[in-house]
Each structure stands twice: as C-alpha cells, then as structure tokens.
C-alpha cells in the first residue's frame, strides 16, 4: 500500500514538472525506482530547458555564495594579521627589505641593487625600502621594462611611471622581448611586462650582500 501511495505521489510531481533528482529528493526514492514508474510520462522539451537553466543559475547563486563566504574568511583573516604585524618598526622593515631582496633581488654584481618583478607592489616596496632604510636618493633610481614585442610600448612605460611615481626621465629604453605577451598572460603572469629599479651605488650593494650573509651564516646552518 505504501508503495502505491508513493507511485501516486510520484506521478502527481512529475505532471508539475519536476525532475526525477527533485522527485528523489522530496519522497527519498531511487532514481531507478523513478525510471521505471515514470518512463511514459517524460517532461517536455520547454521544461527541460527550464530545469537546465534553473540548474545553471543555482550552480551560479551557489558559487557566488561561496565566493562571498570566503572573501568574507579572508578579510577576517586579514584584520587579523594587520594587528599582529603592523605597524614594522624601522628594524623590522629594514629585515623585511632584506628579505625581499634575499629572493628577488640583483646579487650577481656588487656594482648596483635592483629587484626585478612584475608586480608594481613589490617595486614599490622596494623603492620605499630603499629610500627609507637605505637612505638612497629617489632621483639616484634608474627604471628599465622588459616588454613583448605585441605590447604597447609607451603605455606601459606610462603606466610604470604613473605607478611607481617616478618619472620616465629615470627610464632606461625598454627591452623588448621577441615573443608574444599570449603566452605569459596565459599563464596567469601581470600583464605590464617587467619592471627592473636599479641603483648603481658600490657600498649599498655590499651593506646589503653581507647584511644577507649574516643572516645566512645564522640560520642555514
């Protein structure tokens, strides 16, 4: 008996239209069961487009849902460590340049200190660094870009200028890469290329080197 009354029951939810993964849901049945039961009444062409669209905006509402839960975690997370970090002490921003420079850093030559990236806020950390705990002269800062051949060449010398606050005088000319900026912009890479800040100053860049090498020395035992 309660089998028929499930069949029923069944039946009258696929003449509203539902699906058999909406069926399933509300009375617990198999999808196996439901096939069988309801194989000479299946939906029509309209609804199961409406299904199917219904289906891709609930997986859209889902996936915004859960964007905004875990840009919500992320803010938390970011309030959080803002209070156990900062503000740097001239110390602990000092270490921090150092740190920086240990894996980006120019250490081939001891004739200049550059760091190489392509994103502008690590160059401009860079520069803060070293105009601030290294007292070089902002002016003293040469820029160079490494573009692509495909690159619009004085945009982003003029986007590197206007972010960095430095002005195109103080630009080297551009290198230009004989490949394609598809590839590298494929891959996830910032788009504006490669920003190259050099200094060409002797003892700066030896204070810096051995600065690293004190460091090295203690913890790399």
């Known amino acids: 008996m309660a089998r028929f009354k499930d069949r029923e029951k069944a039946l009258a939810l696929r003449k509203q239209g539902k699906s058999y993964s909406q069926i399933k849901k509300i009375l617990g049945l198999s999808k196996s069961t439901l096939s069988v039961w309801l194989r000479n009444y299946p939906l029509s062409k309209q609804r199961i487009q409406e299904l199917r669209d219904w289906n891709e905006q609930r997986i859209e509402k889902y996936r915004e849902t859960m964007r905004k839960k875990r840009q919500a975690r992320l803010d938390k ?43 502008p806020s690590v160059i401009k950390f860079f520069i803060r660094w070293a105009t601030q705990s290294l007292w070089s ?8 870009i490494h573009l692509y051949n495909d690159m619009n060449i004085k945009k982003e010398m003029n986007y590197w200028s206007r972010t960095l606050n430095i002005p195109l005088k103080q630009f080297n000319r551009p290198y230009i890469k004989n490949t394609s900026s598809e590839r590298i912009n494929h891959k996830g890479s910032f788009g504006h290329g490669t920003c190259n800040a050099r200094i060409s100053d002797v003892l700066l860049a030896e204070k810096i080197i051995m600065g690293l090498k004190t460091i090295s020395d203690e913890y790399t035992k």
């Not at 002269?137 to 160079?144: A, F, G, L």
């Open 77 to 119: 997370t970011y309030d959080e460590q803002k209070k156990i970090i900062l503000p740097l002490t001239k110390r602990e921003f000092f270490i921090a340049g150092l740190m920086l420079y240990w894996g980006e850093g120019e250490k081939a030559r001891l004739q200049c200190v550059g760091v190489s990236n392509t994103d």
């Open 137 to 144: 002269q902002k002016h003293k800062i040469r820029i160079q």
